[in-house]
């Protein structure tokens, strides 16, 4: 008799970000060039000048008016604590220890991400297709994500992500079916030299992913059923629609 699974409901919890368990990592291992996320460029394994040592931010309330948008939607996925609990302690005082922390946390963090959407997408009676496809690589991504810190600092996710997004595709496309959209891979929102505009338009069970809204946000666009685009996208919102995939279908 096959065993059926039931999604993990508990997952967001298990996934979320407890900034006060992590020592600051997220602001010290990711590297960002000055842009309209960043307001400076900050090499990878530097500690932003805005981190205390107390590993709070010390602009933290006021990140969009100094130009660090970026910071605010930033997600770790809870790999920050994980990270800092396999390691022991502060990265602060011990380089060893912060070269394992700092080389390990965005694999990790990576992996945390695709475990949010795997199990994301795996709540969709929609997608009962693939709930087997998606519960195999769940397991497959809780492994890798298992691995110690050395191990995961030499890792390749790269045909892992393929594997993964192959199945995100598929289940993406079940919950799109209903509603079957246009396809918007690479159309500019708004753009009024754009040939294919898609300010205003009816955009449910669209596939979106990918669609460059620098001139114009798609603020109140009905999208249900569609794969979000990563945010933010020129202060536009995209509600009530999966969050997955980062890598685009």
Same mark, same amino acid.
């Given at each position: 008799?096959?065993?059926?699974?039931?999604?993990?409901?508990?997952?967001?919890?298990?996934?979320?970000?407890?900034?006060?368990?992590?020592?600051?990592?997220?602001? =010290?291992?990711?590297?960002?060039?000055?842009?309209?996320?960043?307001?400076?460029?900050?090499?990878? !394994?530097?500690?932003?000048?805005?981190?205390?040592?107390?590993?709070?931010?010390?602009?933290?309330?006021?990140?969009?008016?100094?130009?660090?948008?970026?910071?605010?939607?930033?997600?770790?996925?809870?790999?920050?604590?994980? =990270?800092?609990?396999?390691? %022991?302690?502060?990265?602060?005082?011990?380089?060893?220890?912060?070269?394992?922390?700092?080389?390990?946390?965005?694999?990790?963090?990576?992996?945390?991400?695709?475990?949010?959407?795997?199990?994301?997408?795996?709540?969709?009676?929609?997608?009962? !297709?693939?709930?087997? !496809?998606?519960?195999?690589?769940?397991?497959?991504?809780?492994?890798?994500?298992?691995?110690?810190?050395?191990?995961?600092?030499?890792?390749?996710?790269?045909?892992?992500?393929?594997?993964?997004?192959?199945?995100?595709?598929?289940?993406?496309?079940?919950?799109?079916?209903?509603?079957? %959209?246009?396809?918007?891979? %690479?159309?500019?929102?708004?753009?009024?030299?754009?040939?294919?505009?898609?300010?205003?338009?009816?955009?449910? %069970?669209?596939?979106?992913?990918?669609?460059?809204?620098?001139?114009?946000?798609?603020?109140?666009?009905?999208?249900?059923?569609?794969?979000?685009?990563?945010?933010?996208?020129?202060?536009?919102?995209?509600?009530?629609?999966?969050?997955?995939?980062?890598?685009?279908?």
């Amino acid at each position: 008799m096959t065993e059926v699974s039931t999604p993990d409901r508990g997952f967001r919890e298990r996934l979320r970000a407890d900034c006060g368990q992590c020592y600051g990592i997220c602001c =010290v291992a990711p590297g960002f060039v000055a842009s309209a996320d960043f307001a400076i460029t900050k090499p990878a !394994e530097t500690p932003c000048p805005h981190l205390r040592e107390d590993s709070w931010c010390g602009v933290h309330d006021t990140l969009r008016d100094r130009g660090f948008p970026g910071c605010t939607v930033y997600d770790c996925f809870g790999a920050g604590q994980n =990270v800092a609990a396999r390691a %022991g302690g502060d990265w602060r005082g011990d380089a060893e220890r912060a070269r394992r922390m700092f080389t390990a946390y965005p694999v990790l963090r990576d992996l945390h991400e695709l475990l949010y959407y795997l199990h994301e997408a795996r709540g969709f009676a929609a997608a009962a !297709e693939v709930h087997g !496809e998606l519960d195999e690589t769940i397991d497959a991504t809780e492994r890798l994500a298992a691995r110690g810190l050395d191990e995961l600092a030499q890792m390749s996710l790269a045909d892992h992500w393929a594997e993964a997004n192959a199945v995100l595709t598929r289940a993406s496309e079940l919950l799109r079916a209903p509603a079957a %959209g246009r396809e918007l891979r %690479g159309v500019s929102c708004g753009a009024p030299t754009s040939s294919r505009p898609v300010s205003g338009e009816r955009i449910c %069970g669209a596939r979106i992913c990918g669609v460059r809204c620098c001139s114009g946000p798609i603020c109140g666009r009905r999208t249900s059923r569609s794969p979000t685009l990563p945010a933010p996208i020129c202060e536009g919102r995209i509600c009530r629609v999966p969050r997955w995939p980062r890598r685009c279908f």
